[in-house]
């Protein structure tokens, strides 16, 4: 099993920046690809970004790229979102996930809130 804590999300002006943050525990050694997802209110779960184990392959959505940036400290299991320039938009529940190499996203967080206000 592995269990993975968010942490980070809050209220932010537009343009703003915000660092979310996300803690494995567990079985982390059979983890590779660690992600970033996010919800907005009525539309689907969508994908953010995500890196595998040495940070190598690095993918974003197109409409985060150039503002996001994803990192992973392994030696802290814990992998990070540097969100800037904060659009209304970028508003939803960010939730981390990881995944085993070649393998769909099976472990989930809980979640945390990012609202980006006018």
């Known amino acids: 099993q592995v269990q993975l804590v968010e942490s980070g999300g809050g209220l932010v002006q537009a343009g703003g920046s915000l660092r979310l943050s996300c803690a494995a525990s567990?079985?982390?050694?059979?983890?590779?690809?660690m992600g970033w997802f996010r919800q907005a209110p009525g539309k689907d779960r969508e994908f953010v970004a995500d890196?595998?184990?040495?940070?190598?392959?690095?993918r974003y959505t197109d409409s985060v790229k150039g503002r996001f940036t994803i990192s992973r400290d392994n030696a802290n299991n814990t992998v990070y979102l540097q969100m800037n320039s904060l659009k209304p938009e970028d508003t939803a529940v960010y939730y981390c996930?990881?995944?085993?190499?070649?393998?769909?996203?099976?472990?989930w967080g809980q979640g945390t809130q990012v609202t980006v206000s006018l």
């Open positions: 996930a990881a995944a085993q190499a070649g393998r769909a996203y099976y472990y």
């Open positions: 567990g079985r982390t050694f059979s983890m590779n690809t």
């Open positions: 890196s595998n184990w040495n940070g190598g392959t690095i």
